[in-house]
Nanobody, 127 residues
């Protein structure tokens, strides 16, 4: 199984910002739709945002819409999730992974075939 590598998490105060990064050594992420997911303690993993491979279409779950931006830097083979105006309820481990399709159902499908969850990156929003 293949695993992406997430980074960029940390401890931030409410209202702060973080930029999460997703990389996959040896694989060209621009070929794949990529999704960001998160899992808070005691809760199921949920889809947060995704970006398609061919047209750059994006999707955001309602709880982060207007506060987050997903993007790609193909030269750096990296997908980013910029999160602004962070709230305590955003506290979770964040994961990225290639997904079959970027649409409103991507969170239910999970990883694309041959890909598995990485270690994730912890985001903690607290004063």
């Amino acid at each position: 199984q293949l695993e992406p590598v997430e980074s960029g998490g940390g401890l931030v105060q409410p209202g702060g910002s973080l930029r999460l990064s997703c990389a996959a050594s040896g694989f060209t992420l621009s070929y794949y739709a990529v999704g960001w997911f998160r899992q808070a303690p005691g809760k199921e993993r949920e889809g947060v945002s995704c970006i398609s491979s061919y047209d750059g279409n994006t999707y955001y779950t309602d709880s982060v819409k207007g506060r987050s931006t997903i993007s790609r830097d193909n030269a750096k083979n990296t997908v980013y999730l910029q999160m602004n105006n962070l709230k305590p309820e955003d506290t979770a481990v964040y994961y990225c992974v290639p997904v079959p399709v970027c649409d409103e159902m991507f969170g239910r499908r999970g990883p694309r075939e041959r890909w598995d969850w990485g270690q994730g990156t912890q985001v903690t929003v607290s004063s």
